[in-house]
């Protein structure tokens, strides 16, 4: 009597069948992977969904473009900034006063005027809440008029102009606790619906002032990387962005768009000597390799930057020197010649390192030239980067033990113990933090190697304090090299800049994303959306 | 005498429940407060900040408000029916739980029952052909289950049904670029799928090899071998004295699982790109947003002692003899 048993299982094995093939539908009904004026992005690696929603005072939009909203000024695609909202500047002969006027056509998404209190009401609300943006130099914003814009700061700062690009204006009529939730602006797109965790719907803004986009309705998916790649291949989005471990796939009616960045990847080499100093928190300062400026100097000169871009990053990204290379303020006469392992054996032996026991490091008194490079573990391009460094080292004699760590290990090993470190920012700020004497607190990022040169800080210090960006950029270069010494390696050499490295996108064989502005951390892929169309193929 | 019953046994219970939910928010509280955590840290990620904007965030971020204080303000908050807002999302805990935990609930209820469904069925089925080739096949089964990591599962599930077979959408809750309004039932039920099975599968082994383990015990018993002496025998046999007697510990067992349900979903909603509480709580526990933190685990607590709650109640009140058995053995 086994009959209703084997039936029972036959009909288990049957529902499940049919529960299954029951959807299996295979076009999902949404109709837009065809329109030739939608777009379906997939965005998660870098550049997420914003948690507290698109409002620019908690930092929707801070460094790349918030699409609901306008900003004041832009960077196009070499940096150069670029009037949007704003039709003109000036700045006061201190350097305290900037005062701004605006377009008078520009128009919130429900008609009204967008007008000067509401960029004034912005400013003012940013400073106030403790976001994303540092408008710690503000001391307010004033509006003189429906077209005036009047900044006081607290003291003169070149860098300001860097507020008024990454902060996108909203109404002050409409701004309440949940602007995030349902944003408002005067951007090229409409806010439409946001599905928490999933995705959010923008449409084509038909009263904007500037150039109606070709992208009547853009949908951001929000996924991990892997699932991005996966839902491109599947054709369910026309634009993804993938890690790097898929640069060679090859997918049908899709190309791999590799986009250069500034975000330049580095060692750091802490300049001071390891004294026995110890942090609040115990842990060592300095160190005793790495602070003599010869082992510093060889590195940077014994590199072999190219081979380092050809082979780990399979050719995506670009050479870099000095941290800063693509940008303004960055110094053209401080990129020198590499890959010289000749004249970087020179610079050790006649600063006294050779190899007396034959096993192929070189010591000084006793010390030999061998330090541990952390990297954060879950980064697997810093990993190759630091490997490869190692390897080519080693031909110059110094031996570096490459190790990952969790970043809370880097935090307190990172005043005594190279770490490989991303840098994009497109805010001179952070060659300010980086080099300047005083901007070393262990308790944070910022200028870890301890480096300290008063010449540079003076620099530095000039190139914060300029009134605007054009006079601060010639102190930022001086900072750099100003034939005597500075930040980069013909100077004193406390950083080994390696490359820059590329974002990849997969994308429809046949859309056209013009020219991307410049790609800061995070990078900035709706930086240039007007531009972006179809083509017919 | 029932009704006094079972007043003093509730009475028990809600003083149980508060009670534990004290120690687990303490507990909790006191976990994110040990991590070496530095959620401003965190905030700022490799950003370059300024002395005084790191000073504003510190400030935002509760990081140099003494731990006491901090929960005190918390607790007496809670009291008052609030529980805060999250910093991460920047809208009141509520809310946040609201949106997400009616997701995951949906996900869970259903993975729930199709996992006790099966697994009941199966686990009768092995009982019934103790040691036929059906029983080992169930039981390989049932062990591979649980051996299986859920987001691993997760993936393959993705991979196979949604990247080669195409016959689900990639993750997510809703239809990708779909109005609100314009999103069906059907929509909403196709996204459900793939995750609910994943979900279930795990479920399925544990009530599996509880149900088989069972069956086998009953039909071994007295009554059962008094049933096949007037003729009973074969399928109406099991499903006359077998099934009967099974039943009720199985959906006790079920009602205990909640726990691992929530465990789950946490992975499952990561790999789909799940918006459901999972996700939220990852988040909240890798960034120290206290306050949602401690509102989900609230939650939870709430949630997992309900499951165990149902559990007890059948126990005690629908069938003693579960009781007398305990006490027997």
């Not at chain 1, 003109?88 to 605006?102: A, F, Q, R």
């Not at chain 2, 809703?174 to 314009?182: N, Q």
Request: glycine content about 8%; aromatic content about 10%; proline content about 4%.
């Amino acid at each position: 009597m086994k009959k209703p048993l084997n039936f029972l299982l036959l009909i288990i094995l049957i529902l499940g069948l049919v529960s299954v093939s029951g959807c299996a539908d295979k076009t999902e009904k949404t109709g837009v992977y065809m329109a030739s004026d939608e777009l379906v992005i997939a965005m998660g690696t870098h550049g997420g969904e914003p948690e507290s929603g698109f409002d620019p005072i908690t930092g929707w939009g801070y460094n790349h473009e918030p699409l609901v909203q306008s900003t004041l000024f832009k960077r196009g695609s070499n940096a150069v900034v670029i009037n949007d909202l704003a039709t003109d500047h000036t700045i006061s002969e201190d350097g305290m006063i900037w005062t701004v006027t605006i377009r008078d056509d520009a128009k919130f998404h429900d008609g009204m005027p967008l007008k000067a209190g509401d960029v004034a009401f912005t400013f003012n609300k940013a400073a106030a809440s403790a976001g994303r943006v540092d408008l710690t130099m503000l001391e307010k914003a004033t509006a003189i008029g429906d077209n005036t814009v009047e900044f006081t700061l607290r003291n003169p700062q070149s860098t300001f102009i860097n507020k008024l690009i990454g902060v996108g204006i909203v109404p002050e009529y409409a701004y309440t606790g949940s602007y995030g939730q349902n944003p408002m602006g005067s951007g090229p797109y409409i806010f439409k619906q946001w599905n928490k965790g999933q995705q959010v719907i923008f449409e084509a803004n038909p009263d904007y002032y500037g150039q109606e986009p070709y992208f009547k309705k853009l949908t951001i998916v929000f996924m991990e990387e892997d699932t991005a790649f996966a839902a491109a291949k599947a054709g369910r989005v026309n634009i993804a962005e993938i890690p790097h471990t898929y640069a060679n796939q090859v997918v049908n009616g899709k190309r791999i768009v590799s986009l250069e960045t500034i975000e330049a990847c580095g060692i750091t080499l802490p300049t001071g000597p390891n004294t026995g100093e110890k942090t609040e928190d115990g842990y060592p300062v300095g160190n005793n390799v790495t602070s003599d400026i010869a082992i510093r100097k060889a590195l940077n000169i014994g590199i072999d930057r190219l081979s380092l871009v050809n082979g780990p990053l399979n050719g995506h990204g670009a050479v870099e020197f000095t941290g800063v290379d693509k940008l303004p303020w960055g110094n053209k006469e401080a990129i020198f010649e590499d890959g010289n392992i000749t004249e970087a054996k020179r610079i050790l032996r006649d600063a006294g390192w050779i190899d007396t026991d034959g096993d192929g490091i070189v010591e000084r008194n006793g010390v030999k030239a061998e330090f541990t490079l952390l990297y954060a573990s879950s980064a697997q391009d810093r990993q190759v980067l630091a490997v490869a460094v190692s390897e080519q080292a080693r031909e110059l004699g110094i031996k570096i033990k490459v190790e990952g760590a969790s970043w809370d290990k880097i935090q307190n090993m990172a005043i005594s113990t190279p770490v490989v470190f991303k840098y994009g920012d497109i805010d001179p700020t952070d060659v300010y933090l980086r080099y300047h004497s005083e901007s070393y607190d262990p308790s944070n990022w910022n200028n870890m190697i301890r480096y300290n040169n008063p010449v540079v800080d003076a620099y530095l210090q000039n190139a914060m304090t300029s009134p605007d960006e054009e006079t601060a950029v010639e102190y930022w270069q001086l900072a750099a090299w100003d034939g005597e010494t500075g930040y980069s390696e013909k100077g004193d050499a406390p950083w080994l800049w390696m490359a820059s490295i590329n974002y990849l996108y997969i994308v429809d064989e046949n859309l056209d994303i013009g020219t991307p502005v410049i790609q800061p951390h995070g990078g900035n892929i709706f930086g240039n959306i007007l531009e972006w169309k179809r083509t017919e193929n | 005498m029932r009704h006094e019953k079972l007043a003093v046994f509730s009475l028990k219970k809600i003083i149980k429940l508060i009670f534990l939910l004290v120690v687990v928010s303490i507990a909790s509280f006191w976990l994110v407060e040990q991590a070496p955590i530095d959620p401003v840290k965190i905030y700022i990620g490799a950003m370059s900040v300024t002395p005084e904007q790191k000073a504003i965030l510190e400030d935002y971020w509760g990081v140099n408000t003494p731990a006491r204080e901090k929960y005190l303000n918390w607790v007496g908050n809670i009291l008052k029916g609030d529980l805060g807002d999250s910093l991460i999302y920047r809208m009141p805990v509520s809310d946040v739980i609201k949106e997400r935990f009616t997701a995951s609930l949906v996900l869970m209820a259903s993975a729930w029952l199709l996992s006790g469904i099966i697994g009941f069925v199966l686990g009768i089925v092995a009982g019934m052909k103790n040691g036929t080739w059906v029983d080992k096949a169930i039981k390989t089964y049932c062990y591979i289950l649980l051996a299986t990591p859920t987001f691993w599962l997760a993936l393959v599930m993705l991979l196979v049904f949604s990247v080669y077979l195409g016959w689900f959408p990639i993750g997510l809750g809703v239809p990708i670029a779909v109005a609100a309004e314009d999103v069906t039932l059907l929509d909403r039920l196709k996204h459900l799928i793939l995750p609910t099975i994943t979900l279930s599968l795990l479920g399925v082994a544990a009530i599996a090899m509880f149900t088989r383990e069972k069956l086998i015990e009953v039909m071994s018993s007295d009554y059962v071998l008094f049933a096949k002496a007037r003729g009973e025998k074969g399928f109406g046999l099991v499903l006359r004295h077998g099934v009967r007697n099974v039943a009720l510990p199985a959906i006790t067992l079920q009602f205990l699982g909640f726990s691992e349900l929530f465990g789950g979903a946490v992975l499952v909603e990561q790999v789909f790109s799940y918006p459901g509480l999972g996700q939220a709580a990852v988040e909240a526990g890798i960034r120290s947003d206290v306050p949602l933190l401690l509102g989900i685990v609230l939650i939870s607590t709430v949630f997992v002692f309900i499951g165990n709650l149902i559990a007890d109640i059948i126990y005690r009140f629908v069938d003693p003899r579960i009781k007398q058995q305990e006490m027997r053995t």
